[in-house]
């Protein structure tokens, strides 16, 4: 490496939660400036993954300190890099978890990671998942790295990269719940637990040949739909699931679903549209624009000041509706897919 500091790459699963600790609070204080997120469940879920010396990836470890990890998660025959995460070794205290003066150099440098320390935790992730038989599709959205951090790293391995932004609008003043204007086949309703099946459906129509359907292969089947959803609603994938702020768009008759918003809070101040689809034979009647107000609203009555939502740079429809709605860009991130090539 550039700092002449050597570092050790050694197996995830050798490594109990309490020796990333540090490492996990000093990401989470990034997530919480960065992006307003609140890491803490999303840790503490990965830390009891990691008692279980069970989840694949690679640790970085540099003067007897623990400085970086990478980890990934099998789906059949994907594989999708989950995270990858260093500081330099100086920030670091084995007891306090952050040095002295860290504090100070995370709030000036926007807790940059050590950039070189996690392309070494990625090539050895790439080496072992593109040298696995089983493994034929590698995916990864790394949303707290800035678009372009390690995307150079990515390409020499075989990836395609999509860029992708994170907007946000900002809820002030007095926000009131618009007044429905549908089609009169159509009824609108909050989400249900029993919408899960029909919702699948829904998500996997909504994408075919779409950008998105790319990045993430689970948009492709109404079962690999139904992964996702119960990613983001049963298990906290996104934040904690709102019932009260995700609404559905149904069909009078066949009570099929045509449109569908669902959202999540991700700290007290701030919710995310985890997923908003509208089928595409009842496009370019509002009910997007509509469900997006619906949803400001219903966040602005559980005291959210800010939404935020990601969405492909290639979806530039999606882009002009959401600054139509007042929604800015304030972050971009990379997707990352490799497919193994059949011969």
């Known amino acids: 490496m550039a700092s002449g500091v050597s570092i050790e790459v050694l ?84 007891v306090s978890g952050l040095s002295s003066n860290s504090e100070d150099r995370l709030f000036e440098s926007e807790a940059q990671p050590a950039r070189e ?37 990515f390409r020499r391995a075989g990836f395609e990269m999509y860029r992708r932004l994170f907007m946000v609008q900002q809820l002030s003043g007095v926000w009131n719940m618009p007044r429905p204007v549908l089609p009169p086949d159509l009824d609108l309703r909050a989400w249900r637990d029993d919408d899960m099946n029909a919702a699948g459906r829904l998500i996997a ?3 075919g040949g779409h950008p998105d359907s790319l990045i993430n292969n689970q948009y492709r089947s109404a079962t690999g739909s139904l992964r996702f959803l119960h990613n983001i609603v049963r298990y906290s ?27 999540s809070r991700v700290s007290t101040q701030s919710g995310h549209i985890t997923q908003l689809c509208v089928r595409p034979g009842y496009r370019r009647k509002g009910l997007a624009r509509l469900l997006l107000s619906i949803a400001a609203t219903c966040f602005f009555r559980q005291g959210v000041t800010e939404i935020s939502l990601t969405v492909t740079e290639a979806n530039v429809n999606a882009i002009d509706l959401y600054r139509q709605e007042g929604y ?3 972050h971009t991130f990379d997707a990352a897919v490799w497919e193994r090539c059949s011969s």
């Open 237 to 263: 994938g996104c934040g904690t699931f709102s019932p009260q702020v995700s609404h559905v768009v149904c069909e009078r008759a066949s009570r099929e679903l045509v449109a569908l918003v669902l959202g």
């Open 11 to 94: 197996d995830l699963r050798h490594f109990a939660a309490p020796l990333l600790r540090p490492l996990l609070e000093a990401e989470g204080d990034l997530w919480r400036r960065r992006l307003h997120w609140d890491y803490r469940t999303s840790a503490k879920l990965l830390m009891q993954y990691l008692d279980s010396h069970m989840l694949p990836g690679y640790v970085a470890m540099e003067a007897g300190q623990v400085t970086g990890y990478a980890f990934c998660v099998y789906e059949e025959s994907k594989a999708v890099i989950g995270d990858v995460f260093a500081l330099s070794g100086r920030q670091i205290d084995p």
């Open 205 to 207: 129509n909504a994408y």
């Open 117 to 153: 320390t996690e392309e070494t935790l990625l090539k050895h992730l790439f080496e072992t998942l593109q040298n696995s038989p089983h493994v034929d599709r590698i995916e990864s959205q790394l949303l707290l790295h800035p678009s372009d951090s390690h995307a150079s790293c």
């Open 328 to 330: 800015e860009c304030v």
